[in-house]
């Protein structure tokens, strides 16, 4: 069937019990069956200890059961005891590690880093985007490394691909990454400064943009059910609640200041031009026009689609 479950005959297997009995509204159809241990591959006349695990079903259909135990049962047969073992995780540990540093820490990073452009002021004018593009592409191949790490251990436990709603969203988010880097790939030459925006490059920034922004967001619900899957605990699961309301609020921080900056620097340049005008007369007066216009055009371009080139798109009031 398609949850891997196998009848073999050869185990002699034999009805011990068949109950009937309610289940909410319907009735449920119980059958155990028993078969000596002598007859299994893992057990025999001399085993004095076995491990058993429970999965729940959403249906009475025979089927891969998503609900399942964190940790296998052990019952010894001699002395009645019971007790836990917990299998091994390494893989998933690992797994879950490349995702957190990918999408809840390099990625921010690389978001930042293009969205506040000030904070990577230098020598070179386009420190920003080699940090953007440096971030978000060791995002991608970890994300990738994840990924495969993912499948592999799907696999190994022959368990159904994209069986419930961790694995499906977690593809989702690996098919935008990849769709973000063959866009990157196409990306159209930048609008030459002081001409206006518009055709094939405004809708190219409005796209990555938009998913860009969307598949973060969406990662950070993935990591959360991740951590719900693995069975961390739930300080775990609030531990990465909080990290992701941190991100976003250190982006609103960010974003409110360059908003101040952006005034201050407004304010500032128009107090200077109004000073000069009122000190040279008329034709000071047509300057401080001329300053103004520029102010005006430089502040529209602090906009959700502002990426003109690979560099500070703020000059000083000389145009230098």
Not at 281 to 304: H, P
Request: hydrophobic share 45%; with cysteine; aromatic share 12%.
């Amino acid at each position: 069937s398609a949850g891997s479950v196998q009848y073999r005959p050869d185990l002699n297997w034999q009805n011990a019990v068949t109950t009937t009995r309610r289940l909410g509204d319907e009735d449920a159809l119980n059958i155990v069956y028993e078969a000596p241990l002598g007859n299994t591959d893992d057990f025999d006349v001399t085993t004095d200890e076995i491990a058993f695990s429970w999965a729940v079903g959403s249906s009475l259909e025979l089927a891969y059961h998503t609900a399942r135990a964190n940790a296998a049962f052990t019952a010894n047969l001699e002395t009645g005891e019971s007790g836990t073992a917990e299998g091994d995780k390494t893989l998933k540990y690992i797994h879950a590690a490349c995702m957190f540093l990918a999408w809840s820490i390099l990625c921010p990073i690389g978001i930042y880093s293009a969205a506040f452009r000030w904070m990577c002021k230098g020598k070179d004018p386009a420190t920003w985007f080699k940090v953007h593009k440096g971030f978000q592409a060791t995002c991608f191949f970890l994300t990738l490394a994840g990924f495969g790490l993912a499948v592999y251990i799907v696999v190994d436990a022959e368990a159904p691909h994209f069986g419930d709603l961790h694995q499906q969203l977690g593809l989702g988010v690996v098919i935008v990454a990849v769709f973000q880097v063959l866009l990157a790939l196409i990306r159209p030459k930048p609008i030459p400064k002081g001409q206006k925006k518009g055709g094939i490059r405004l809708i190219w920034e409005i796209i990555h943009k938009l998913f860009g922004y969307g598949d973060f967001l969406l990662s950070q619900f993935v990591i959360y059910l991740g951590v719900k899957l693995i069975g961390a605990g739930e300080i775990y699961e609030y531990a990465v609640l909080g990290w992701s309301g941190l991100i976003i609020i250190i982006y609103l921080i960010f974003w409110m200041v360059g908003c101040c900056k952006n005034g201050g620097s407004e304010s500032g340049m128009s107090e200077r031009a109004t000073s000069a005008s009122g000190a040279v007369g008329d034709t000071s007066v047509e300057m401080g026009a001329q300053f103004s216009t520029s102010i005006d055009k430089q502040t529209s371009e602090v906009a959700f689609v502002d990426e003109d080139d690979d560099g500070p798109i703020t000059k000083s009031i000389t145009g230098k």
